[in-house]
């Protein structure tokens, strides 16, 4: 699976912005996807992930309640909807795709849970 990430910019806090994470390849095979994130100086961090079906969705904590996961599978992309964005979200966010042997399978928070890697597109919140 190969992953594109894109839709990062610079924003105001309290703004919005939607990243994009185009999938490709393996379309016989179901997989989940995460969203990650490094900010400068880091480690880097889980975000939010959702299951093939796009039913099943988590988030970390210190997202919750102002980002949402989704996907569109007819379009191969996974979107991330960022809201009330604060100046701790800048970082380079990252998508990640796991095959799973089941469409419902979602809850994969640590990084080498995942087989694929996009590259990163960085989020600038500016106060």
């Known amino acids: 699976v190969q992953l594109q990430a894109s839709g990062g910019g610079l924003v105001q806090a309290g703004g919005s912005l939607r990243l994009s994470c185009a999938t490709s390849?393996?379309?016989?095979?179901?997989?989940?996807v995460g969203w990650f994130r490094q900010a400068p100086g880091k480690e880097r961090e889980f975000v939010a992930c959702?299951?093939?079906?796009?039913?099943?969705?988590y988030y970390a904590d210190s997202v919750l309640g102002r980002f949402t996961i989704s996907r569109d599978n007819a379009k191969n992309t996974v979107y991330l909807e960022m809201n009330s964005l604060k100046p701790e979200d800048t970082a380079v966010y990252y998508c990640?795709?796991?095959?799973?042997?089941?469409?419902?399978?979602?809850?994969?928070?640590?990084?080498?849970?995942?087989?694929?890697w996009g590259q990163g597109t960085l989020v600038t919140v500016s106060s």
């Open positions: 959702i299951a093939w079906s796009g039913g099943s969705t």
């Open positions: 390849g393996r379309s016989s095979s179901a997989y989940a």
């Open positions: 990640a795709a796991r095959i799973t042997v089941y469409s419902t399978s979602y809850y994969y928070t640590a990084q080498n849970e995942y087989d694929y």
